[in-house]
T-cell receptor, first 115, second 112 residues
Framework: DSGVTQTPKHLITATGQRVTLRCSPR?????VYWYQQSLDQGLQFLIQ???????AKGNILERFSAQQFPDLHSELNLSSLELGDSALYFC??????????????FGPGTRLLVL | SQQGEEDPQALSIQEGENATMNCSYK?????LQWYRQNSGRGLVHLIL?????REKHSGRLRVTLDTSKKSSSLLITASRAADTASYFC????????????FGSGTRLQVQP
């Protein structure tokens, strides 16, 4: 158990819908990262937050957005869903962004299926 | 886009044998990490090696890093059936962004 929790574990929805994925980082971790894992694209970085502020963006679509709240939990919002958005979405956390060797701890993931 | 490529894509060995997986990457890095993923589940961190390190050990794991060749290898000694999983290398791209860029993974099957 990494200490990172994600809800829900599974999500089935229809095209055009909007969903929210939730992540609680390990106690004491200030950074939260979101990754998407799909069969065709592999594991890809989406976005990072540090202590409530957006720190870095990766291959995140404009239909997707995220935020980190004062209690440090984070939510990833996916809207106007398409079939191709079906994937595993992982959240990871780490202590901070400083330093050159930081382990990221991953949650169990949310499996999204868009029908 | 994928930073790294793992080689081989799939590996099948017998219990007790050693398994070696290789990873190549494209840009300069601060560190390289190896993760294990069991069948569509979460990623488990195995080991981190910094760019100024050449070799690191953790239990039955041995990781090497050659920054001149932009490559790393993960050796699992005396493999067990429980080691069956996909293994990914991930690099911190050195820009300070700290996001990880993952390779395509090696699927390891350890036959009991």
């Amino acid at each position: 158990d990494s200490g990172v929790t994600q809800t829900p574990k599974h999500l089935i929805t229809a095209t055009g819908q909007r969903v929210t994925l939730r992540c609680s980082p390990r106690s004491g971790d200030l950074s939260v990262y979101w990754y998407q894992q799909s069969l065709d694209q592999g594991l890809q970085f989406l976005i990072q937050y540090y202590n409530g502020e957006e720190r870095a963006k990766g291959n995140i679509l404009e239909r997707f957005s995220a935020q980190q709240f004062p209690d440090l939990h984070s939510e990833l919002n996916l809207s106007s869903l398409e079939l191709g958005d079906s994937a595993l979405y992982f959240c990871a956390s780490s202590v901070a962004t400083a330093g050159v060797g930081e382990t990221q701890y991953f949650g169990p993931g949310t499996r999204l299926l868009v029908l | 886009s994928q930073q790294g490529e793992e080689d081989p894509q799939a590996l099948s060995i017998q219990e007790g044998e050693n398994a070696t997986m290789n990873c190549s990457y494209k840009t300069s890095i601060n560190n390289l990490q190896w993760y294990r993923q069991n069948s569509g589940r979460g990623l488990v961190h195995l080991i981190l090696i910094r760019s100024n390190e050449r070799e690191k050990h953790s239990g039955r794991l041995r990781v090497t890093l050659d920054t001149s060749k932009k490559s790393s290898s993960l050796l699992i000694t005396a493999s067990r059936a429980a080691d069956t999983a996909s293994y990914f290398c991930a690099t911190d791209d050195g820009t300070g962004r700290r996001a990880l860029t993952f390779g395509s993974g090696t699927r390891l099957q350890v036959q009991p």
